[in-house]
């Protein structure tokens, strides 16, 4: 069983910057993949990011390549992910997930992982 807590949402301008945490309990965090996903009001779940156990490969989804970066800490159990540029319409709850499979390719559906933090609230004012 893997725990998952997010933190560093919080309410920042057009143009400025977060970076989000995601702390695992348990041993394992450094063999499983992890991803970060968001649901904006009245949307459902969508992919953000993921990164490979490694630290190596990554993935991104089109609306924020070149502006976020994944990026994990093992010795640390904990997942970053930097977000440069915002916009308003990145406004979301961000939650991280941890993926047990070992995949050829990256996850991006919600059904390619296991365990999910509860999420944090990123707000992009205009």
């Known amino acids: 069983q893997v725990q998952l807590v997010e933190s560093g949402g919080g309410l920042v301008q057009t143009g400025g910057s977060l970076r989000l945490s995601c702390t695992a309990s348990?041993?394992?965090?450094?063999?499983?993949?992890m991803g970060w996903f968001r649901r904006a009001p009245g949307k459902e779940r969508e992919f953000v990011a993921a990164?490979?156990?490694?630290?190596?490969?990554?993935r991104y989804s089109d609306s924020v390549k070149g502006r976020f970066t994944i990026s994990r800490d093992n010795a640390k159990n904990t997942v970053y992910l930097q977000m440069n540029s915002l916009k308003p319409e990145d406004t979301a709850i961000y939650y991280c997930?941890?993926?047990?499979?070992?995949?050829?390719?990256?996850?991006?559906?919600?059904?390619?992982?296991?365990?999910w933090g509860q999420g944090t609230q990123v707000t992009v004012s205009s």
């Open positions: 348990g041993r394992a965090f450094s063999s499983y993949a």
């Open positions: 990164i490979g156990w490694r630290g190596i490969n990554t």
């Open positions: 997930a941890a993926d047990s499979y070992t995949r050829v390719v990256l996850g991006a559906e919600v059904y390619d992982y296991d365990y």
